[in-house]
């Protein structure tokens, strides 16, 4: 059985209906498993959403889909 490694995103993105959902289910169709999430509000407008996963996928798919998302403004 292949070892996963933990993987962990810092995401920024516009606070709009529909955006977190749109996240997570990237996140889903690219393979990653969510170990941790934490999500905040600033302000009504944007969010941070923080969130531990596990992949057996390559991580700069998964980071390239997210990037090419329209309300995220920034991932580390």
């Known amino acids: 059985m292949n070892q996963k490694a ?10 709009r209906l ?6 997570l ?9 969510i170990v941790q999430m934490q999500m905040q509000s600033i302000d009504n407008q ?3 959403l923080t969130l531990t996963l596990t992949t057996e996928r390559t991580l700069s798919s998964l980071q390239n ?3 090419k998302l329209e309300d995220v ?4």
């Open 18 to 23: 529909g955006s977190l959902e749109r996240i």
């Open 46 to 48: 944007l969010f941070t």
């Open 65 to 67: 889909q997210i990037t």
């Open 6 to 15: 933990t993987h962990q995103f810092t995401i920024t993105a516009n606070d």
């Open 25 to 33: 289910r990237v996140v889903r169709h690219r393979g990653g498993h």
């Open 73 to 76: 403004i920034s991932l580390e």
